[in-house]
């Protein structure tokens, strides 16, 4: 994947994308959601380790890395009930509270990509992004596919930002990729949490999806569930219901839902081997 610049506006060389991967390090993976601000520095490390190990056997294949907010962001965002809007002084001041915490959750991941020697730059949310009542209506992506072209891993992750209806409001790390997805064309999107895959019901884990599509999901929604921990921005369901409008849109598109718990899942995932719940329109 490359990209010229022609006049002020940045293009893609290849629609197709076909070597951009999009991966989200899960905040129930990276962080004790039970426990307030609490990150898992050792996990943060190995995964790292694992994308490193990926990114140099695959010098063709570029990533966009995502990660949740966990128990840093999420629990300031309940708290202050700022994903369903931002009005007054107090929820103002949560406001920075939430981008506060959630900045300083993405630090410690900018630490070990960087110490691990992968070359990444962090795009915080708030500072390019507005919405409107939720929605991703205006960002300035030329900073971002610039780093691409540079060949450095973009770093995005669950945010406040504002909203011309709600003030200020949240953004999940699945919104960001939704809308990145529709610009860039990656070839897949990884979701890596604790949980090895979408299970028929939530939490008694009785039964694993392998595969999810419009249709069958109809049929299986109700058992999917939420979250465990904090989590103001839904859990799986609200996860796989986003993935399946997204690759309603874009049908060549594949999402897998998967564990990073244990050692050398992610680096299988990345390699292509299906280990949780693939989502796909078809």
Partial sequence: MRFFIAGKKLLC??????????LKLGGSLITD?????TPRKDKIDSLVAEIDQFLQS?????????????????????????????????????FAEVWYQASALNRFLMDAL??????????APVAAIIARDGKITSWDLNPLKSALTARLVPVVYGDVVFDDIRGGTILSTEDLFSHLAIEL????????????CVWESFPDRTRKFDHITPVTFAKIK????????????????????????????????????????????????????????TISVK
């Fill in 58 to 94: 695959n010098k063709g294949t570029q990533l966009i890395l995502g990660h949740g907010s966990g128990s840093f962001g999420h629990t300031a965002a309940r708290t202050h009930g700022t994903r369903q809007g931002v009005k007054s002084p107090g929820q103002w001041k949560g």
């Fill in 33 to 37: 959601k039970t426990v307030p601000f």
């Fill in 13 to 22: 060389e290849n629609d197709s994308m076909a070597d951009l991967i999009f």
């Fill in 185 to 196: 064309h990656p070839k897949e999107i990884l979701l890596a949490g604790l949980e090895e």
């Fill in 114 to 123: 960087i110490s691990s020697g992968i070359p990444s730059v962090a795009f």
């Fill in 222 to 277: 109700q058992g999917v569930g939420t979250a465990l921990g904090a989590d103001v921005t839904g859990g799986m369901e609200s996860k796989v219901k986003q993935m399946l409008e997204l690759v309603k849109i874009m049908p060549d598109l594949t999402v897998q839902i998967f564990s990073g718990e244990e050692s050398g899942r992610l680096l299988k995932a990345m390699k292509g081997e299906h280990i949780g719940t």
